[in-house]
């Protein structure tokens, strides 16, 4: 099993940065798939980016793309979102994720999810 655990998250103004980093414990397979969630008050939890822990493909969300980047280090055993032009409508608790089957990144579903972290809370205010 993996374990998560966020950091990076707070209070910002429209169009300012956030890194988020996310520190994997636990087993990981060569098909494991990591990435990011974020759950708006009231309305569902959505995929924001996943990228695969081997190799370096990445997945984006439209409404994120050219905006954030995922990245990690296999070594230290991380995985980051920087976010970069916040908006308001980015808004919400940002959760960590692990699929051990690598699904997340085509799927971009919260049911392939195996593991996730506690959530951190980014707010952007207008």
């Known amino acids: 099993q993996v374990q998560l655990a966020e950091s990076g998250g707070g209070l910002v103004q429209t169009g300012d940065s956030l890194r988020l980093s996310c520190l994997i414990s636990g087993r990981t397979l060569s098909s494991t798939g990591l990435g990011w969630f974020r759950q708006a008050p009231g309305k569902e939890r959505e995929f924001v980016a996943a990228?695969?822990?081997?190799?370096?493909?990445?997945y984006y969300a439209s409404s994120v793309k050219g905006r954030f980047t995922i990245s990690k280090d296999n070594t230290k055993k991380t995985v980051s979102l920087q976010m970069n032009s916040l908006e308001p409508e980015d808004t919400g608790v940002y959760y960590c994720?692990?699929?051990?089957?690598?699904?997340?990144?085509?799927?971009?579903?919260?049911?392939?999810?195996?593991?996730w972290g506690q959530g951190t809370q980014v707010t952007v205010s207008s």
């Open positions: 994720a692990a699929d051990l089957r690598g699904r997340l990144g085509v799927r971009r579903d919260a049911g392939t999810v195996d593991s």
């Open positions: 990228i695969t822990w081997v190799g370096r493909i990445t």
